[in-house]
């Protein structure tokens, strides 16, 4: 099966390197997906989940305010100013990083659709973990 390599990287450092299957990224103009041989682009992110297949077939999530992403055949590197990774073990673990994305999304929300949206998609994604 074709993966390409992914970058997820904030001015704090790397949120995810390695190999994905497929990527779904906030684009600007709405949400779009990458697959391997993905035609190159550059086009900037709003607020929102980005969600990540892997090559062993999981998927993880990651809430990002705003960045830009490039994309060529062969690798996706966004760079974002601000990324929570909803990742952990355990309802507190949950419960402290669903906080901490919903703090980064309040500081740049545009509207409060907007962050109803991806609260919404934020904690589905959490649910998964448990």
């Known amino acids: 099966m074709d993966t390409f390599k992914l970058e997820v990287i904030t001015p704090n450092g790397v949120i995810f390197d390695g190999e994905a299957l497929e990527v779904t990224l906030p684009g600007e103009e709405g949400e779009f997906g990458v697959l391997p041989h993905h035609a190159s682009l550059t086009t900037l992110l709003k607020a929102g989940v980005i969600d990540i297949v892997t090559k062993d077939k999981n998927t993880e999530s990651i809430v990002v305010n705003w960045g830009v992403v490039q994309v060529s055949e062969s690798k996706v590197t966004v760079l974002v100013d601000g990324a929570v990774a909803i990742r952990g073990e355990g309802e507190s673990d949950i419960a402290a990083v ?3 994305a ?21 904690e589905s994604a959490a649910h998964k973990l448990i």
């Open 98 to 100: 669903l906080a901490d």
């Open 102 to 122: 919903k703090k980064l999304l309040e500081d740049v929300s545009e509207s409060n659709i907007a962050l109803a949206s991806v609260s919404a998609k934020i």
